[in-house]
């Protein structure tokens, strides 16, 4: 009697489930959301090194002039709408105002206060108010408002959160807090005609925050995807063998 041996069955082919396609999708698309968070950690380790060297992120300096008694940027919301992680007290750290008169012999105030005591003191003060500024290159647009002379010199006022006063260069520092303020420029006089060059900055801790935040998030994304895709994939090919 003779026996035929039997074929060795055919490896049993499995099919590529909607489970592995749906594996394999989510997984890219950590891995892409991955890259995104790269690019924008690697923009905020690029802008970490356009601070100067007291850590200050700066825009000017900008040569300003008005003709009328003041000029003022009414209205600088901090603290506003949008997510609370973006709009705590930290959001812009420290600020600070570099600005020189040149006027000879004029000495220039610079001061913050809350908007609505601004608005109060200038009612009825002829003054420019900033409508609009671009950062690049630092450059104001403004409007101007008809009035009279300041009834009173702007140091003389109470309400200014933060001030300073000076002819040759000078600075002024504020660790800035939510609320609704307003700067203004003036002579220290309170006289017309308005010339100093100026320059703004702030530390923008945000920056590092996002960041961190940006290349921390990559690094998870990357391995979440990765450890979706590559094993979804070679058991895959272990079963086509």
């Not at 069955?9 to 995104?36: K, Q």
């Not at 992120?57 to 709408?81: N, Q, V």
């Not at 002579?187 to 320059?199: E, F, I, K, T």
């Given at each position: 009697m003779t026996t035929t041996p039997l074929a060795p069955a055919p490896p049993v082919r499995?099919?590529?489930?909607?489970?592995?396609?749906?594996?394999?999708?989510?997984?890219?698309?950590?891995?892409?959301?991955?890259?995104?968070?790269?690019?924008?950690?690697?923009?905020?380790?690029?802008?970490?090194?356009?601070?100067?060297?007291?850590?200050?992120?700066?825009?000017?300096?900008?040569?300003?002039?008005?003709?009328?008694?003041a000029l003022s940027a009414p209205s600088l919301d901090i603290g506003g709408t949008g997510?609370?992680?973006?709009?705590?007290?930290?959001?812009?750290?420290?600020?600070?105002?570099?600005?020189?008169?040149?006027?000879?012999?004029?000495?220039?105030?610079?001061?913050?206060?809350?908007?609505?005591?601004?608005?109060?003191?200038?009612?009825?003060?002829?003054?420019?108010?900033?409508?609009?500024?671009?950062?690049?290159?630092?450059?104001?647009?403004?409007?101007?408002?008809?009035?009279?002379?300041?009834?009173?010199?702007?140091?003389?006022?109470?309400?200014?959160?933060?001030?300073?006063?000076?002819?040759?260069?000078?600075?002024?520092?504020?660790?800035?807090?939510?609320?609704?303020?307003?700067?203004?420029?003036?002579?220290?006089?309170?006289?017309?005609?308005?010339?100093?060059?100026?320059?703004?900055?702030?530390?923008?801790?945000?920056?590092e925050g996002i960041t961190i935040g940006a290349l921390v998030g990559a690094v998870l994304?990357?391995?979440?995807?990765?450890?979706?895709?590559?094993?979804?994939?070679?058991?895959?090919?272990?079963?086509?063998?």
């Amino acid at each position: 009697m003779t026996t035929t041996p039997l074929a060795p069955a055919p490896p049993v082919r499995r099919s590529w489930s909607g489970w592995r396609t749906l594996l394999v999708v989510v997984g890219a698309t950590f891995a892409m959301v991955s890259v995104v968070l790269f690019a924008v950690g690697g923009v905020g380790l690029w802008a970490q090194h356009q601070r100067d060297d007291h850590g200050y992120f700066t825009a000017g300096p900008e040569h300003l002039t008005t003709s009328t008694y003041a000029l003022s940027a009414p209205s600088l919301d901090i603290g506003g709408t949008g997510p609370d992680a973006l709009y705590t007290d930290d959001f812009l750290g420290d600020v600070r105002v570099d600005f020189e008169s040149k006027t000879p012999g004029t000495t220039v105030f610079v001061g913050i206060g809350p908007a609505a005591d601004v608005a109060a003191y200038l009612n009825g003060v002829g003054h420019d108010e900033v409508a609009d500024f671009d950062v690049d290159p630092f450059k104001l647009s403004t409007t101007s408002q008809a009035g009279d002379e300041p009834s009173a010199a702007p140091a003389t006022q109470s309400f200014w959160v933060a001030s300073a006063t000076g002819a040759g260069l000078s600075t002024l520092t504020w660790p800035a807090t939510g609320g609704d303020w307003s700067v203004v420029i003036m002579n220290a006089d309170g006289s017309r005609n308005v010339a100093v060059d100026l320059s703004v900055g702030g530390t923008l801790p945000v920056v590092e925050g996002i960041t961190i935040g940006a290349l921390v998030g990559a690094v998870l994304l990357l391995i979440i995807g990765t450890a979706l895709i590559v094993p979804t994939v070679v058991t895959r090919r272990r079963a086509d063998r």
